[in-house]
T-cell receptor
Framework: TQLLEQSPQFLSIQEGENLTVYCNSS?????LQWYRQEPGEGPVLLVT?????EVKKLKRLTFQFGDARKDSSLHITAAQPGDTGLYLC???????????FGAGTTVTVRA | DVKVTQSSRYLVKRTGEKVFLECVQD?????MFWYRQDPGLGLRLIYF???????EKGDIPEGYSVSREKKERFSLILESASTNQTSMYLC??????????FGPGTRLTVT
């Protein structure tokens, strides 16, 4: 059983549409990260959130950390083909520097 | 830029062979990690190291061992490769911040 549950597992949308990816857990995390991974490459960090209720924006990407620090969401506005990839959430508990990863959401943006 | 390199991008080995996967980072990071990535399961931690010659088991250490003789290098060893170890192997390093920096991965096939 994964500590972090991501949904949906797959998402295919048309260029210009919006999308949201969810990352949920019954555990509390001290920090939560979102990574994007492209085929044949390792994951690359997009953002780290550490405060309950925190919202961070990275151009067309909006990341939110739940008030209770148990869940997070990633929203992409006006998706572009360059947003295609595997999106992974990962959480750290307490002072533990290990990360627990979700299974990932594969996003495909069609031109 | 942080760089994490892995010795091979693709590797094909036979059942029972001893396999070495090498990882090198150039940022003087204390912490290094080995994960395997399988579809639908996300990244699962095999072993990690927080200092030279120090190691700790992750979530799935069975069938694997590691070596860290120098700070910049972390090796993953499959003592006797089996077909269920066919996977993508990712190495990561981490300094004082939350971010983990990943290498490009080694896709290992055991036949």
């Amino acid at each position: 059983t994964q500590l972090l549950e991501q949904s949906p597992q797959f998402l295919s949308i048309q260029e210009g549409e919006n999308l949201t990816v969810y990352c949920n857990s019954s555990s509390v995390f001290s920090s939560l990260q979102w990574y994007r991974q492209e085929p044949g490459e390792g994951p690359v960090l997009l953002v780290t959130v550490v405060t309950g209720g925190e919202v961070k924006k990275l151009k067309r990407l909006t990341f939110q950390f739940g008030d209770a620090r148990k869940d997070s969401s990633l929203h992409i506005t006006a998706a572009q083909p360059g947003d295609t990839g595997l999106y992974l959430c990962a959480g750290s508990r307490g002072n533990d520097y290990k990360l627990s990863f979700g299974a990932g959401t594969t996003v495909t943006v069609r031109a | 830029d942080v760089k994490v390199t892995q010795s091979s991008r693709y590797l094909v080995k036979r059942t029972g062979e001893k396999v070495f996967l090498e990882c090198v980072q150039d940022m003087d990071h204390e912490n290094m990690f080995w994960y395997r990535q399988d579809p639908g399961l996300g990244l699962r931690l095999i072993y990690f190291s927080y200092d030279v010659k120090m190691k700790e088991k992750g979530d799935i250490p069975e069938g694997y061992s590691v070596s860290r003789e120098k700070k910049e290098r972390f090796s993953l060893i499959l003592e006797s490769a089996s077909t269920n170890q066919t996977s993508m192997y990712l190495c990561a390093s981490r300094g004082s911040s939350y971010e983990q920096y990943f290498g490009p991965g080694t896709r290992l096939t055991v036949t």
